[in-house]
């Protein structure tokens, strides 16, 4: 299985100035080789957020959709040369995106792996240490640390 | 106090765990226990059991979606909020848990 949290997967620098625009280039980026349809995928990802935004705390969001658009399980982080706003629980604008693909029937193993991620986002530290990562490793590596 | 919940969101996967954990560490640094049933896209996990529904003084749902089994909680304090409502604001919500636990059992 390739592995999904790899610093491959880490864009820094996004130039992009809205939040549609910001997932138009995470669904599009090169190492996203699981979509096969990126204009549907792209469509799902924005209807979720229509539905219920995943703009979070501190400049993250993390949009995500199951979609028959994917054929695996896709995750792709982008740090944004600008912030772009975002509906976010705080108000903060957006920086920081982790967005993630997934096919429309997800096997466990995977689930266990975005479970992982959601439980790290859930934690004030990680969140602090994420905001200060700077290289595409250091983002993987405190998204992957445990407590 | 002891607290159960049940986590749930649109695509059943990042909220529904994010909410799940949130609840879990807040509850864990108020001194609470916290059980969570999460109903994700691979099903339901970690399933309450009667007796842990039996013996909470409050009941959370976290949910954006309708849920298997909320008639469980019936006749039972209960605090229905969105996942969101947990990741901005878990403590609050654990505040909000333990005031309507202790009314529960004054």
């Given at each position: 299985m390739t592995p999904l949290l790899t610093p491959n997967n880490v864009q820094l620098g996004l130039t992009a100035t809205s939040m549609a625009a910001v997932i138009d280039q995470l669904v599009r980026?090169?190492?996203?080789?699981?979509?096969?349809a990126p204009d549907e995928a792209i469509a799902a990802v924005l209807a979720r957020e229509a539905d219920v935004?995943?703009?979070?705390?501190?400049g993250i969001a993390i949009p995500h959709a199951k979609t028959a658009a994917v054929q695996h399980p896709a995750i792709v982080i982008g740090r944004l040369a600008q912030p772009v706003a975002w509906t976010t629980l705080d108000g903060s604008a957006v920086d920081t995106v982790i967005m993630i693909l997934t096919p429309a029937a997800v096997a466990d193993t995977h689930l266990k792996l975005l479970a992982m991620i959601a439980g790290q986002l859930a934690d004030e530290a990680v969140i602090t240490a994420l905001k200060a990562a700077q290289t595409p490793a250091e983002i993987i590596q405190v998204l992957e640390e445990d407590e | 106090m002891k607290f159960v919940a049940v986590a749930a969101c649109?695509?059943?996967?990042?909220h529904t765990f994010m909410a799940a954990s949130g609840l879990k560490k807040a509850a864990k640094k108020a001194g609470a226990t916290m059980h969570v049933e999460t109903q994700s896209a691979s099903g339901i996990e970690d399933q309450l059991t009667a007796a842990q529904i039996s013996e909470a003084d409050a009941v959370v749902l976290a949910i954006d979606v309708n849920i298997e089994?909320?008639?469980?909680?019936?006749g039972k304090p209960t605090l229905t909020i969105g996942t969101n409502d947990v990741l901005a604001n878990a403590k609050g919500v654990i505040a909000q848990l333990t005031e309507m636990g202790a009314q529960a059992n004054g």
């Open positions: 980026h090169e190492q996203t080789e699981a979509v096969s935004p995943t703009g979070f705390v501190q | 649109p695509a059943g996967l990042m089994g909320i008639e469980r909680f019936a």
